[in-house]
């Protein structure tokens, strides 16, 4: 067989138009290593579980074609079951998405066995994930077990009686807040250049970050490397509580810092960030001994070839525990970690990032949660934010199409506003900001076409001014005479080009309610066929010289080879080419009916062709396109570009 696929890929070479060097196919799958996608740090034990189904959401960094899990019993004073796990799309509840769940194995069993101090990972399995998305992974406890367990999950995860692994919805839950046993999800995908393990304390933990709502640093930061064409997993290993130097909140930096970061799958960069606080605050050792702590993970790190980027120690002035000798060590680290010397490979500064200007020893207001120790959602924001993508090289691909919501939490707001969140009304992620200050300035830039701008309607409402690109557009009146309104399109600009455009917000009523919920972006755009994952049975000629978008393409001749690509958007039209040597390939969108695209033809060569259409798609959910070569040997399966619309 082996002979026979090479002498077919010879006799259509020609056909091709390939070039001598088109450029190395896809290794195979079980030839590729793997990736952490999401992580957490196991740092101790929790209440025993006896006999339940364990149900846990995990929010992913990169997306790939296979996957595995890891599970940890490494804190258990005896050997551990699990049974039954498996992996599937999550309705962002209890509830998973029927017809995904996906079975995992272990060498082969249905359950597996980790002794006390263990660990384990399943077999690999074929199951799409994407990048920026929510998991669920679920497994069965048949006995009693201590858990070993990440204890602030800020993920509402969920435990019901007996095995339910493989329900669609859990009988008799109960929520949990912790991981337990699950310590990462892996992928393999070909363009996945490296992890970066975010290594940390609280504030990488994301102590005050908004509970389901995956707004931690390192949320952030893998969102910001996803939109920038980045292919880079991201790994939260922050512990809340943890120091560099003493145990507590789990295991000392200096003593997890080989399992929990160099032993991450695929890790090529460690950002290290606030565990000297904790020191610093709980007993203010010498600064000599931090800086020494630092050097050996850092020595550490480079010894196995990974990057170390340092990352400045945030403001706590007005902690009740704060006291000038205590800052005064705080910058003394910065100092070192600053200095040319420090042995750091770059620098995340988070001090700037989130220092008040007018007194930089306490947090900027607007990013203080309120205990001057950890940053709000605001100030995790800022902290991803500062982390220069630089450091990870040049992007793998073109950039995704990205998630078009912006949450109110998304724009940058003078003193006169105020966010309002928990409201059970219905608001995009149940939070607002709001103002009765006339002349309050809300603004966003954004890339795109056009706008929406989402708010409430109400009895008290105000009115706005609404300025896109310094031009005034509109006058927005928020009031009304009937019930509240929510999730409200109060204005809407379209027929930009595309582009980074701003769109400003001026609160226009004293002592009534300018409201700002969220922005959803629309856009036009075409991303070209390597913006999708692909199996080993593709190939990617580049050079062709026909007229293919970005002159290249992804073919197979294959039957079965699949390709999947994910995206938000109203509309999706995917390109192909129409040729005497194209076969059929089926084409669906989130799993749904598959629609048969035949690329023959008995006439010239047409590129850049349109073969399939999806039109009326909801705008604010993440949508899958999935295709498979059904072209028997020697037909061919074809994917030129896809052009992506958000009306």
């Known amino acids: 067989m082996l002979r026979t696929l090479r002498q077919v890929l010879a006799a259509v070479t020609a056909v091709l138009v390939i070039p001598a060097v088109a450029g190395p196919a896809h290794a195979a799958a079980d030839d590729l290593p793997w990736a952490g996608t999401w992580a957490t740090a196991m ?43 498996h992996v599937a799309e999550t309705l962002h509840t209890s509830d998973i998405v029927p017809g995904t769940s996906t079975r995992l194995t272990f060498d082969g069993s249905a359950s597996v066995t980790i002794p006390a101090g263990g660990e384990v990972a399943s077999d690999p399995a074929t199951f799409a994930v994407a990048p920026d998305a929510d998991v669920s992974v679920s497994f069965h406890v048949p006995g009693t077990a201590v858990a070993t367990q990440h204890g602030a999950a800020r993920q509402v995860n969920y435990a019901a009686p007996g095995n339910q692994s493989a329900a669609a919805t859990l009988t008799g839950r109960q929520p949990r807040f912790s991981y337990v046993f699950l310590s990462g999800l892996d992928v393999r995908n070909p363009r996945v250049t ?18 389901n709502l995956n707004r931690r640093w390192p949320n952030r930061l893998a969102t910001r490397l996803n939109d920038a064409g980045y292919q880079v997993g991201v790994l939260n290993q922050g512990i809340s509580g943890n120091n560099l130097l003493r145990d507590g909140g789990g295991p000392a930096a200096v003593t997890r810092f080989q399992h929990d970061a160099l032993d991450q799958p695929g890790v090529r960069w460690v950002i290290f960030s606030d565990d000297p606080i904790n020191d610093i605050n709980n007993y203010n050792p010498p600064v000599t001994l931090l800086t020494d702590g630092l050097s050996r993970l850092i020595a550490a790190a480079h010894a196995r070839n990974v990057k170390f980027i340092c990352s400045t120690l945030t403001p706590v002035k007005g902690l009740p525990s704060w006291t000038p000798a205590k800052e005064a060590s705080r910058q003394a680290v910065n100092a070192f970690l600053r200095s040319p010397s420090s042995g750091c490979d770059g620098i995340v500064d988070q001090a700037a990032a989130t220092g008040d200007p007018a007194d930089p020893e306490m947090f900027r207001p607007a990013y203080d949660s309120g205990d001057h120790l950890h940053p709000n959602d605001a100030g995790l924001q800022a902290i991803a934010d500062a982390v220069p993508l630089s450091l990870f090289g040049t992007p793998a691909g073109p950039a995704p199409i990205s998630n078009p919501m912006v949450d109110d939490t998304g724009l940058t707001y003078d003193a006169g506003w105020r966010p309002s969140g928990n409201r059970g009304l219905g608001d995009w992620q149940d939070n607002i900001h709001f103002t009765s200050t006339a002349g309050a300035v809300a603004h966003h830039t954004f890339t795109g076409t056009g706008a929406e701008l989402w708010a409430e309607t109400n009895g008290d409402g105000g009115t706005m001014d609404i300025y896109v690109d310094d031009v005034f557009r509109s006058t927005v ?5 009937g019930p509240r309104q929510v999730r409200q399109v ?5 027929g930009l080009a595309h582009g980074t455009h701003t769109i400003r917000i001026v609160s226009g009523t ?27 049975g593709w190939r990617h000629p580049a050079g062709r010289g026909l007229g293919d978008v970005d002159d290249d393409v992804h073919y197979t001749l294959v039957p079965g080879s699949t390709a999947e690509f994910f995206f938000y958007g109203t509309d999706i039209h995917l390109l192909s080419e129409r040729n005497g040597d194209e076969g059929t390939m089926d084409v669906s969108i989130d799993g749904g009916p598959a629609t048969v695209v035949d690329l023959h033809t008995t006439g010239a060569r047409q590129v850049r062709q349109t073969v399939f259409t999806a039109t009326g798609l909801n705008p604010t959910q993440r949508h899958r396109m999935t295709i498979v070569s059904t072209a028997a040997v020697p037909r061919i399966g074809m994917i030129d570009a896809f052009q992506v619309i958000s009306r």
């Open 43 to 85: 740092q101790g034990t929790g209440p025993a579980v006896t006999d339940q189904t364990i149900r846990q959401i995990v929010h992913t960094s990169v997306g790939g074609p296979a996957v595995r899990v890891r599970l940890s019993n490494r804190f258990g004073p005896a050997p551990v079951t699990l049974a039954d796990v």
């Open 194 to 211: 490296g992890t970066v393990v975010a290594f940390g304390a609280s504030i990488t933990d994301g102590t005050s970050a908004t509970e």
């Open 477 to 481: 009146d928020l009031r009304s005479t």
């Open 490 to 494: 109060v204005f809407r600009s379209t």
């Open 510 to 536: 004293a002592g009534r309610i300018a409201m700002v919920d969220a922005l959803r972006i629309l856009s036009d755009r075409t991303v070209n066929d390597t913006g999708a994952e692909y199996d080993s």
